[in-house]
């Protein structure tokens, strides 16, 4: 299978690579409560608004909530400020998914 930067698994529903989670996020672009925008390009996605991760805890011994919140732009993905791992504030190409 060729790689590409973003999945459709489900007619409207993309997946995207994140290295900080080290899974695959799903965007839904349709559907009954559709949220996101996305510009049509495979290659440099783009997103629209925010996606926003988080948890309750962000590792079994403590008990400090996990949030990951990122804009997918032109191909990359970008770290907002209230993330709370050492990606925070960074911006960083979309890896390649198979």
Same mark, same amino acid.
């Given at each position: 299978?060729?790689?590409?930067? %973003? ?10 690579? $994140?290295?900080? $989670? ?5 965007? /839904?672009?349709?559907?009954?409560? /559709?949220?996101?925008?996305? *510009?049509?390009? %495979?290659?440099? /996605?783009? =997103?629209m608004p925010s996606v926003v991760v988080s948890s309750k805890y962000s590792?079994?011994? *403590? /008990? *400090?909530?996990?949030? $990951?919140? =990122? =804009? ?10 209230? $993330?709370?791992?050492? =990606?925070?504030?960074?911006? %960083? ?6």
């Open positions: 299978m060729a790689k590409t930067k %973003l999945i459709n698994s489900n007619q409207g529903i993309y997946s995207i690579y $994140c290295e900080m $989670c080290q899974i695959n996020h799903h965007i /839904p672009t349709v559907g009954d409560h /559709p949220v996101w925008t996305f *510009n049509g390009d %495979l290659e440099y /996605p783009t =997103f590792a079994e011994n *403590n /008990p *400090n909530p996990y949030i $990951c919140h =990122f =804009f997918i732009k032109n191909g990359t993905i970008e770290y907002q400020g209230d $993330c709370t791992h050492e =990606f925070k504030n960074k911006t %960083l190409s979309l890896k390649d998914i198979e």
